[in-house]
């Protein structure tokens, strides 16, 4: 069955459609890449699925349940976390404590816990701590728990959020171009990163623009332009599909069809 | 004064959700004047009238802290400020309840109170070589000193707990807080009607202390004396009000001569800071390295 099924979902802002009737579905398991070009509506996607806003049509189911309407912090709590394109840690904060925010969802202590120190408070807070080292860890950052996040580099700061987002234990997590400004190792790094988190038995769904590491680790491939579906399948069938050649490049006979 | 230090913590309280509320003179006044009139009109003693007053106040900023979701910044600060004022002159004008202009007076007085009950017990000052009134100014004061220690360390507490960083969270990047999976609605009306509360709790120490009240004590110098406190002492760290309110509140006291100029003085130290320091005397950078410097194993 699948995890995230989206069902002719649109959104327009005023006049314009950023997302126009597109469904897919994404598998338990699968690593599901979202390429188009700029401003073809994947992250206006990603913030319906999270519930930034509310989309004007269609149905989005996440498990089976529908999703869209949904407070985005109840979003988090079925199990969706996602990652900003335009990276958001909170930045005088330390690593650390960056990804102990991201616990929130999987904790429970309130005012008076964190008041009074109860026993069980003390416990959760130490197991927080305890989890979100382990993070770092994964994510390469073990020796950055305690630097500020807003000034570690930038490579780090990507891996930070994912950290973050995973903190929150997500079965989908959305990845919104975490290669974006990368140099080629650092890109190497987040692939294998994006193995491992889907090893860790993790969904997930990848918008990102370095068709490389696209090609390399997505199962499948959605294909949006203009907030529509032109293509989906697997990633040689894409490559090989005219219609997104088109998108992506332009009509090789027609010059002067001046939209790109 | 140490109710200011609680004003201060007050402020300091919503502006960890990154809420600017100048609204704590209003919950001030509705904290002392709840417990004021509970007490002379309707008998009560002191403590439940401060509990009461507190809660009122909450209860208010419950009621003020859900419509100010929508606002940001200096639209809420107008908001919060504009509340203040309709308080007053509700207070001014509901003359058969609050005595109008002239106020309330003749309001126990924690000190006498607590005087009286001991001498009953057979207690009197003399016995610790003191005189009534000096007995009254001491136990008033340390009263005051409990409260003020005891809300600085429940926030300090909060602050470095699973609800403390949902604070700064929100108040760094509230988007950001939300896909991390706080409810940035709770918390940020969590904090609101905490810093209400607590305002309305010093308004009522406050009224148990003068025990004379009148709406000029809540005027909107009130309000902007509260966030002079955040402004001078810095906002980044709980420290920040609390040194400002100290500061600020002593150094008139030494420099008698200039406390006719307090607002004179109060413009000039606000230009100079924004100036010289924006973030305040006290921010994290400094705290670290005092943490550093006295205790080595400090985190």
């Excluded at chain 1, 994404?26 to 890449?33: D, F, H, R």
Aim: glycine letters at 12%; one cysteine or more; hydrophobic letters at 50%.
């Amino acid at each position: 069955m699948s995890l995230l099924r989206v069902d002719k979902v649109g959104k327009n802002f005023g006049g314009l459609a950023a997302v126009d009737c597109v469904s897919f579905s994404v598998g338990e398991g699968e690593i599901l890449g979202l390429i188009g070009p700029n401003g073809a509506g994947k992250t206006t996607l990603f913030n319906l699925i999270t519930s930034t806003f509310a989309p004007t049509g269609g149905r989005l189911l996440f498990r089976g349940e529908s999703i869209a309407g949904l407070a985005p912090h109840s979003i988090v709590r079925k199990g969706i976390c996602r990652t900003f394109q335009n990276i958001r840690l909170f930045p005088r904060m330390t690593a650390l404590e960056n990804v102990m925010v991201g616990r929130h969802p999987r904790s429970g202590a309130g005012i008076w816990g964190g008041v009074l120190r109860t026993r069980r408070q003390r416990n959760e807070e130490a197991d927080i701590r305890e989890k979100s080292g382990e993070l770092l860890a994964l994510m390469g950052l073990s020796g950055c728990g305690d630097l500020t996040a807003g000034k570690l580099p930038y490579g780090h700061q990507r891996r930070l959020e994912i950290a973050r987002a995973m903190a929150a234990e997500p079965k989908l997590l959305l990845l919104d171009e975490p290669a974006a400004g990368m140099n080629e190792s650092e890109t190497r790094e987040i692939q294998s990163l994006i193995l491992a988190i889907r090893g860790m038995g993790v969904t997930v769904l990848l918008i990102e623009h370095d068709m490389s590491l696209v090609m390399k680790v997505c199962d499948r491939l959605v294909v949006l332009n203009f907030g529509r579906k032109i293509a989906e399948g697997a990633p040689a069938e894409i490559r090989a599909n005219p219609e997104v050649v088109e998108a992506y490049l332009g009509r090789e006979e027609e010059g002067e069809d001046g939209d790109a | 004064m140490l109710v200011n230090v609680l004003l201060a913590v007050s402020i300091y309280v919503t502006l960890s959700t990154g809420q600017l509320s100048l609204g704590n003179a209003g919950f001030m006044s509705i904290g002392a004047y709840a417990s004021a009139i509970l007490t002379t009109a309707h008998g009560m003693p002191i403590p439940a009238g401060v509990l009461l007053g507190s809660v009122l106040a909450g209860a208010f900023g419950v009621l003020v802290g859900i419509p100010a979701l929508r606002l940001k910044g200096v639209y809420l600060a107008i908001a919060t400020l504009g509340f203040g004022e309709v308080v007053r002159a509700v207070f001014i004008n509901w003359e058969s309840l609050t005595g109008g202009a002239v106020g309330i007076a003749e309001i126990p007085q924690m000190g006498r109170e607590i005087l009286a009950a001991l001498r009953e017990s057979g207690f009197t000052p003399e016995t610790v070589g003191l005189r009534s009134n000096q007995f009254i100014s001491l136990s008033v004061f340390l009263i005051l000193l409990a409260a003020a220690v005891l809300s600085t360390l429940f926030f300090l507490r909060l602050s470095s707990s699973r609800a403390g960083r949902a604070y700064a969270a929100i108040r760094m990047d509230e988007a950001a807080a939300e896909a991390a999976g706080i409810d940035a609605t709770y918390y940020k009306v969590l904090a609101f009607s905490q810093g209400a509360l607590l305002s309305g709790f010093a308004g009522a120490l406050f009224a148990h202390s003068t025990s004379y009240i009148s709406p000029a004590d809540f005027t909107y110098h009130r309000a902007v004396e509260i966030l002079v406190f955040a402004v001078f002492g810095g906002s980044e760290h709980l420290f920040g009000p609390v040194f400002g309110a100290m500061f600020l509140t002593a150094v008139p006291e030494a420099l008698r001569f200039v406390s006719d100029y307090r607002y004179i003085v109060y413009g000039i130290i606000l230009v100079l800071m924004m100036i010289f320091r924006p973030q305040g005397v006290i921010d994290q950078a400094l705290l670290d390295r005092f943490a550093r410097g006295g205790s080595p194993g400090g985190s």
